[in-house]
């Protein structure tokens, strides 16, 4: 799957792992309500390029594992501070 790693510099390897480094420490980054999202374009730094395939769970269990992440991050990251908006999509 990363065979193209093989063909690639040692610039071009640099510029690459530079390039998800940035990816990642988007999605790090991420706050608020953008918490709750999938990320494309996090997926979008692959090579491969597929559209991915996801399954949505019925509301009422979509919105049980919500309250869960959402009661994880209590315990993870206690002192947060709180983003008190309403979503505006």
């Known amino acids: 799957m990363d065979d193209d790693l093989q063909a690639l510099d040692?610039?071009?390897l640099i510029a690459e792992v530079k390039k998800l480094r940035a990816g990642i420490r988007a999605?790090?980054?991420t706050s608020g309500h953008d918490l709750c999202w999938h990320h494309p374009d996090l997926w979008d730094l692959?090579?491969?390029k597929t559209t991915p395939s996801i399954a949505?769970?019925?509301w009422p269990k979509f919105m049980r594992g919500c309250v869960q992440y959402r009661q994880s991050?209590?315990?993870q990251a206690p002192d947060a501070p709180i983003h008190?908006?309403?979503f505006n999509g």
Do not use: F, G, N
């Open 10 to 12: 040692r610039d071009a």
């Open 27 to 29: 999605h790090r980054d």
């Open 46 to 48: 692959l090579p491969e």
């Open 56 to 58: 949505v769970p019925p």
């Open 73 to 75: 991050l209590d315990r």
């Open 84 to 86: 008190d908006k309403e």
